[in-house]
């Protein structure tokens, strides 16, 4: 191994060791990375041009943050984050939920298949992890509990529900890493559109088995003659389906449909949201001023890791980080499929101990540019980048089981956070084991069957 290698190595442990500090991601990203310019500029002088580091490379940092705030498809997180938080004061989803409470309700497991259905409509309408778990939390972990469900159940189902917003679109995680690889947004939308299907329908499979095998584990509704099916109750579903429903049509519709690109689309979005809070009486300007402040927040928060990861990834790579990655995955195996797995088992493993953006603007594009120089044949229909479109969305995939894995999993954090006193964190850590599974499967059913993902952007072709 050459210097540039070791000093990589040691790049890594050095933010490894940082992150378990305290100190916030965003520093430690950016610190490190200014920290090894000047290891690299020492190694320099005593070991001539062997790093590779060049001294401008601060300067080249100053220039790539210049492009990212000057990136016009970023705009769309701010907008998307305020349609959710919109959308969460809306009541839509509130009343959404009673509804469809009432149409399964005489079905055993109904309410948790309602929970399912609403986690993915809140998932294709805000696409913020924290937003919908907690909002899914709030409003049926009491009537699943008073129901008399295991609550070990009840909980899995709420944080693996909750998880779909980072894969449903529109989720920001795909907005990012389509920024990142410079691939469509439109098109890594659309591939994400049966994924995100394909584990809900596994759940709902789960749960209606499980409602088979351990019947009391989720025990039917008590009788109410007032709640009998009638089509009254299917003319209430189908009331309070159609904001949620017409919200999500106007963002995605008029992004598949080529009608506006994401950053206009997202601005429908944050548009349509406020006016489903006028129109449900739930408007006022102190509930509007908190949306705005706790967008200003989580946007920030985004984009200071933006700055701290560009920082970080673009010394690594002048440190000589592509190279070594690259040479190590090929000496692994020379079977592309090996070579994919291993880098879905790493991003698995990473997602332990590490959040989704670092992930993404770290980890991502140095294994982007290997992905595509591998001979897989997938059926592009003509899409462009159908390969790196295909892995993306498997990474993303991977991504979401780690908001589930113990034990910093952080869907597990924010059902922590609104469950009552008695609710221990081994509970949810035993409840979402299941789920864990069920997401490995899915994502097994899309590796082995890429037209999942390749087949709904072949339309646009």
């Given at each position: 191994?050459?210097?540039?290698?070791?000093?990589?190595?040691?790049?890594?442990?050095?933010?490894?060791?940082?992150?378990?500090?305290?100190?916030?991601?965003?520093?430690?990203?950016?610190?490190?990375?200014?920290?090894?310019?000047?290891?690299?500029?020492?190694?320099?002088?005593?070991?001539?041009?062997?790093?590779?580091?060049?001294?401008?490379?601060?300067?080249?940092?100053?220039?790539?943050?210049?492009?990212?705030?000057?990136?016009?498809?970023?705009?769309?997180?701010?907008?998307?984050?305020?349609?959710?938080?919109?959308?969460?004061?809306?009541?839509?989803?509130?009343?959404?939920?009673?509804?469809?409470?009432?149409?399964?309700?005489?079905?055993?497991?109904?309410?948790?298949?309602?929970?399912v259905i609403l986690g993915v409509l809140l998932a294709a309408s805000t696409g913020i992890i924290g937003a919908s778990v907690v909002l899914l939390a709030v409003m049926?972990?009491?009537?699943?509990l008073k129901q008399g469900y295991d609550k070990q159940t009840a909980l899995g189902i709420i944080a693996s529900s909750g998880t779909l917003g980072i894969l449903i679109?529109?989720?920001?995680?795909?907005?990012?890493?389509?920024?990142?690889?410079?691939?469509?947004?439109?098109?890594?939308?659309?591939?994400?559109?049966?994924?995100?299907?394909?584990?809900?329908?596994?759940?709902?499979?789960?749960?209606?088995?499980?409602?088979?095998?351990?019947?009391?584990?989720?025990?039917?509704?008590?009788?109410?003659?007032?709640?009998?099916?009638?089509?009254?109750?299917?003319?209430?579903?189908?009331?309070?389906?159609?904001?949620?429903?017409?919200?999500?049509?106007?963002?995605?519709?008029?992004?598949?449909?080529?009608?506006?690109?994401?950053?206009?689309?997202?601005?429908?979005?944050?548009?349509?949201?406020?006016?489903?809070?006028?129109?449900?009486?739930?408007?006022?300007?102190?509930?509007?001023?908190?949306?705005?402040?706790?967008?200003?927040?989580?946007?920030?928060?985004i984009f200071a890791i933006f700055v701290g990861a560009t920082c970080f990834s673009l010394v690594l790579r002048e440190l000589g980080g592509d190279e070594l990655i690259?040479?190590?995955?090929?000496?692994?195996?020379?079977?592309?499929?090996?070579?994919?797995?291993?880098?879905?088992?790493?991003?698995?493993?990473?997602?332990?101990?590490?959040?989704?953006?670092?992930?993404?603007?770290?980890?991502?594009?140095?294994?982007?540019?290997?992905?595509?120089?591998?001979?897989?044949?997938?059926?592009?229909?003509?899409?462009?980048?159908?390969?790196?479109?295909?892995?993306?969305?498997?990474?993303?995939?991977?991504?979401?089981?780690?908001?589930?894995?113990?034990?910093?999993?952080?869907?597990?954090?924010?059902?922590?956070?609104?469950?009552?006193?008695?609710?221990?964190?081994?509970?949810?850590?035993?409840?979402?084991?299941?789920?864990?599974?069920?997401?490995?499967?899915?994502?097994?059913?899309?590796?082995?069957?890429?037209?999942?993902?390749?087949?709904?952007?072949?339309?646009?072709?």
């Amino acid at each position: 191994m050459e210097i540039n290698d070791y000093l990589v190595i040691s790049m890594f442990i050095t933010f490894m060791i940082l992150l378990f500090s305290g100190i916030p991601v965003a520093w430690v990203l950016g610190g490190v990375g200014v920290a090894f310019v000047g290891v690299g500029y020492l190694s320099d002088i005593y070991f001539d041009t062997i790093t590779g580091l060049d001294y401008n490379t601060i300067g080249l940092v100053s220039n790539r943050i210049f492009k990212i705030m000057d990136n016009w498809i970023l705009v769309a997180l701010p907008m998307f984050i305020f349609m959710g938080l919109a959308l969460d004061e809306s009541g839509v989803a509130e009343r959404l939920l009673t509804s469809l409470q009432k149409f399964f309700g005489k079905m055993r497991g109904g309410l948790a298949i309602t929970v399912v259905i609403l986690g993915v409509l809140l998932a294709a309408s805000t696409g913020i992890i924290g937003a919908s778990v907690v909002l899914l939390a709030v409003m049926s972990l009491p009537m699943m509990l008073k129901q008399g469900y295991d609550k070990q159940t009840a909980l899995g189902i709420i944080a693996s529900s909750g998880t779909l917003g980072i894969l449903i679109p529109p989720s920001i995680m795909l907005i990012i890493m389509a920024d990142q690889l410079g691939i469509s947004v439109g098109d890594l939308f659309m591939g994400a559109v049966f994924p995100g299907v394909l584990l809900g329908i596994l759940y709902i499979g789960y749960i209606f088995i499980l409602g088979k095998v351990k019947p009391k584990t989720m025990p039917l509704a008590e009788k109410n003659d007032n709640e009998k099916f009638d089509m009254a109750l299917a003319w209430d579903l189908f009331k309070n389906i159609i904001p949620p429903a017409s919200l999500v049509l106007a963002v995605l519709g008029s992004i598949f449909f080529g009608l506006a690109t994401p950053t206009e689309a997202s601005g429908i979005g944050a548009f349509g949201a406020l006016v489903l809070m006028f129109s449900n009486g739930e408007f006022t300007f102190t509930k509007l001023k908190n949306i705005a402040h706790a967008t200003m927040n989580t946007t920030g928060y985004i984009f200071a890791i933006f700055v701290g990861a560009t920082c970080f990834s673009l010394v690594l790579r002048e440190l000589g980080g592509d190279e070594l990655i690259s040479s190590a995955l090929n000496s692994i195996s020379e079977d592309p499929i090996i070579i994919i797995l291993f880098i879905l088992a790493l991003v698995f493993i990473l997602g332990f101990v590490l959040d989704w953006i670092e992930i993404t603007l770290i980890i991502l594009p140095l294994v982007a540019p290997i992905i595509s120089d591998l001979a897989i044949d997938i059926q592009s229909h003509g899409i462009e980048n159908a390969t790196l479109i295909w892995f993306v969305l498997l990474v993303a995939m991977t991504l979401q089981t780690s908001f589930l894995t113990p034990p910093v999993g952080f869907a597990l954090f924010y059902l922590k956070g609104v469950c009552p006193p008695d609710v221990k964190l081994s509970d949810i850590y035993k409840g979402v084991i299941p789920f864990i599974l069920l997401q490995l499967l899915g994502l097994a059913i899309v590796f082995f069957f890429p037209e999942i993902v390749t087949w709904l952007p072949s339309i646009a072709y």
